[in-house]
């Protein structure tokens, strides 16, 4: 039986433990992360249930598949995106990357993280794929199925804080450049 629990795909053991990942890194382990982003996603849906309020605490994402998670940001993360300005510009950088060894290269536009200064986040953004998702990616890509009875896993997570309709161009930095 699939368990309404969340856990965690190995493409976003990346922000735990590979040192090289240009993103925001996650200080604490995977067990512990997994362990609070569930008790979050119950505390949600158990207060939904009490509202008499039958709608799901996550929000669509770009696929059927995908969805978002906002927690508070429990890790003390910084910021993975600031925003463009005039007197930053200048210190923007690109580059051709891959996410993983399968992809190709697309190109990538970041500043330098020695060279910007970020704020701690106020929530987490987790991006959550559909087991059905996971299972047709790792199936074409000749990979193991999951073994936990999870329905939803973590693929991403982005540092946020909400900074919507401020008409600002915003552009991730790398922490390993």
Request: net charge positive; proline share 5%; glycine share 4%.
């Amino acid at each position: 039986m699939i368990r309404r629990t969340i856990a965690l795909e190995p493409f976003a053991y990346r922000h735990f433990d590979q040192p090289d990942f240009g993103g925001t890194k996650i200080s604490i382990s995977k067990q512990e992360f997994v362990s609070k982003i569930n008790e979050y996603y119950e505390t949600s849906w158990k207060a939904a249930e009490l509202a008499d309020n039958k709608t799901s605490p996550l929000v669509d994402g770009y696929a059927w598949f995908c969805k978002h998670f906002f927690v508070p940001n429990f890790v003390g993360a910084s910021v993975g995106v600031i925003p463009i300005t005039d007197s930053n510009e200048h210190l923007l950088r690109t580059a051709y990357e891959a996410r993983t060894p399968q992809e190709l290269p697309v190109l990538t536009r970041f500043f330098p993280r020695v060279q910007v200064s970020t704020w701690i986040a106020k929530y987490l953004d987790i991006i959550l794929y559909h087991r059905q998702q996971i299972v047709k990616e790792r199936t074409q890509r000749s990979e193991h199925l999951p073994e936990q009875a999870s329905h939803l896993f973590i693929q991403y997570c982005i540092f946020m804080i909400f900074l919507l309709g401020s008409g600002m161009v915003y552009c991730q930095y790398q922490s390993t450049r």
